[in-house]
Structures are given as C-alpha cells and as structure tokens.
C-alpha cells in the first residue's frame, strides 16, 4: 500500500472497508476483454457485493445483472444495470419479488422448481406480463469446495430435479405468457479446480441434447458462476485468470452456432479489490496463544466464523525497526469463539494502534456485516 495512503488510513475510524477501484477496473475490463472474445455475455452476481460505488462501476462497462431477491432487482436498476439484463435466480422466490420482476420486465427468471414455475405462470397470467424463464437444472457435478458452498449435487436443495423436466415443459407449453429461453447451471463457489468446470461442460451438451432432441433449441445455455480467487496470494494473483476460465468453456462446451453463452460471476470479479482494515486493540498473552485482539469482528467479516474461511491477514505498515516475527490468534471483540480471522499467524510484533488488513474481503464481505451486538456501522475508504 501506497505511503500516503496509508498515512489517510491511519486518520480514519476502524473498522472500514477498504477498495481499490483501479484493481476493480483492472479486473473487470480484463473479463470483459476475455469474455468478449467469444461473445460471452457476463452477469455480475451482486449479491457478492452490493456497495453502490462497486455496482456503478460493474454496470458501466456493460455487464448483465444477477439477482437474487426482488430488492436486489431494484438496486441493480437504480444503480444502472439494464432491465433487460437481468437474470433472477433463488429457490425461493416470493410472490411479490414474482411481481417486482415481472413488472421490471427483467430478461429472465431461473426457475428452481416445478412449484415456482406454477406460480411465475399464474402471476404472469394474472398480470398480462410476459416471463422469460431458463430452467435451472441441478448437473449433479461436485464442485469440490466447501459443503456449505457446494449446490450442483442431487442432495442440494438447488434446481429442478432431472425427472421433473417433462412437467415444466408440459407447464410452460400450455401457458401463454412464459417462454422457454434458457438452461442453467450453477455448482458451486470459490471453485479453483478447473476440471469442475470440464465436468460441468460435458453434462451441459447432455441437457443441451435432450432439450433439442424434444425439439427444444433453447436460445441461452448459462454457466453460472462459482470462478475462485486465490486467498493466499492476493497480490500474486490479483486478477484472476479470467483467460483459461473463457477458454475452456470454448473448447469442452457443444453450443449450437445460434446459442448464446451466459455467465453469472461474482467473487471473481469484486473478491481481490476489498480488505477490511482494523486496528489491534489489545495484545493479551495467554498461556500458549498471543491473541492479537482487533476492533473488527464477525460482525464485519463472517467469511472465516462462517465456513472456516481463509483471508490473508498482514500489518498494514511494517516497522522500519527489525521488530522478530511473532506468532498470533487474530481475533474479533465478539462473544463466539468462532470470532476469529486466522490462528498461528506470523507478523511482525504487534502493538495496540497497527492497522491490520484482511485482504480478498471484496467479496462475500461487506454484504454479510450484520448488527450483532448493536456494533457501530462501519466506514469506507475508496482508492480512487
Ligand atoms: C452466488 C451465485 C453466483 C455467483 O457465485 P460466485 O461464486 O460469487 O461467482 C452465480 N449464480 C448463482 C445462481 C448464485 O447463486
């Protein structure tokens, strides 16, 4: 980090969220460029990370839209997605957020069961608006991430299940304002094992083939997201590698000439641009651990408390003097002894006052603070 940034920082109230734009930009204009090459359209997630600032500059360069409530329909248009870009996803969709999509007239609905489709039918019907639908179907292909971010398999409660696929064609062929448009799969999150996605591919042109054998050419085949970042080396790998991502796709995926390809990424795109900057309020030495005790928590940063996330953790300056390394438990203020962002961490020797930085918390991060504990909201700082 720049000198004099870190001097701005060190005048500001902690915690705050920390986010370079020009990486931001860096990131998505080279996604952009990739997936340009094969005309892929792209569909930001936004439920990664829904900070106004990040969503005008994802919308400005002309990428789609992928929601997943009625609310976070509205926040993308307000902040400059186009309606007709956006893809609704959720295996729970109310009937009011129904509603609020039909009336945005958004491009597609992700329909995750044979009861949702019912209703997107009845409401579509009641309301005289036409419903684009892709129908989310569960591949059954293990995205070898953690459990709790892993949806593409039988057991998960995502998508339609195979065996009901003749029930929503049926459905949809005796229904007057819903329109079959596309497929789509989603696996998983924080996937860095490309062969997943070789995986995904090969039982994509199944489906693919058993819709056109019905005599179904389905206009949009959608990937969806799940593209993993590298949270041990934020600075090594700062950009993901967007290249061999779009390539692959190319090579292993059977679309027809007229088909188009639909991506929905998220941390990809916004993980590596954000870090959560926090101050060490206490050194406690315990009998066998140094606890380096920081002003921010859970409550800022779930990640790690919540599916034993990894974020690199560093000292925002480094001490010119030639301070030993020491060994520490970097933990939140809050009641739950999960409230920890890393144990047995090696920093320069800390003192109340450091700032300390969670680096790749651009995604997944700030979206997920929470009032616990009645905690103070926190501030920004963006790196223009
Ligand atoms: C969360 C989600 C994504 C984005 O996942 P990332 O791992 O952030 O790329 C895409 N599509 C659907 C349906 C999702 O639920």
């Keep these: 980090m720049e000198k004099e940034i870190i001097k701005q920082l060190q005048n500001k109230e902690t915690p705050l969220y920390y986010y370079d734009l020009p990486l931001l930009r860096k990131t998505l204009n080279t996604a952009k460029a990739e997936a340009d090459k094969y005309r892929y359209k792209v569909h930001y997630a936004i439920k990664a990370n829904n900070n106004p600032e990040i969503l005008r500059e994802i919308s400005k360069l002309g990428f789609g839209a992928d929601c997943v409530s009625g609310y976070e329909i509205e926040v993308a248009i307000q902040n400059g997605f186009n309606k007709n870009e956006i893809v609704f996803a959720g295996v729970g969709k109310t009937d009011k957020e129904i509603i609020t999509a039909l009336n945005c007239e958004i491009m597609t609905f992700n329909v995750e069961s044979v009861q949702e489709l019912e209703v997107i039918v009845q409401l579509s019907e009641k309301m005289k608006k036409n419903a684009q639908i892709a129908l989310r179907i569960n591949p059954n292909v293990d995205a070898k991430t953690h459990q709790y971010i892993t949806t593409g398999l039988d057991e998960n409660k995502f998508g339609i299940m195979t065996h009901e696929l003749d029930t929503c064609l049926q459905i949809v062929e005796t229904s007057r304002f819903v329109q079959l448009v596309g497929l789509h799969f989603h696996v998983g999150s924080q996937i860095t094992d490309l062969n997943v996605f070789k995986r995904l591919c090969v039982k994509v042109n199944e489906w693919n083939m058993w819709f056109y054998e019905r005599g179904y050419d389905i206009p949009v085949l959608n990937l969806g997201g799940g593209l993993g970042i590298n949270y041990s080396e934020p600075d090594k790998e700062s950009v993901v590698n967007f290249a061999g991502f779009f390539q692959l796709f190319d090579e292993f995926l059977e679309a027809r000439k007229n088909q188009e390809i639909h991506f929905e990424l998220g941390r990809a795109l916004v993980a590596n641009c954000g870090s959560l900057i926090s101050r060490v309020l206490y050194i406690k030495n315990g009998l066998k651990k140094n606890f380096a005790i920081l002003d921010a928590g859970m409550t800022e940063l779930l990640r790690p408390a919540l599916y034993q996330a990894y974020h690199k953790i560093e000292k925002v300056e480094e001490n010119s003097e ?63």
């Design 322 to 384: 030639n301070l030993a390394p020491e060994k520490y438990d970097i933990v939140g203020p809050i009641c739950e002894s999960s409230d920890c962002f890393g144990k047995d961490v090696v920093l320069q020797k800390l003192k109340r006052g450091d700032l300390i930085a969670i680096r790749s918390a651009g995604a997944y991060g700030e979206v997920m603070s929470m009032r616990y504990n009645l905690r103070q909201e926190f501030d920004y700082f963006f790196k223009e």
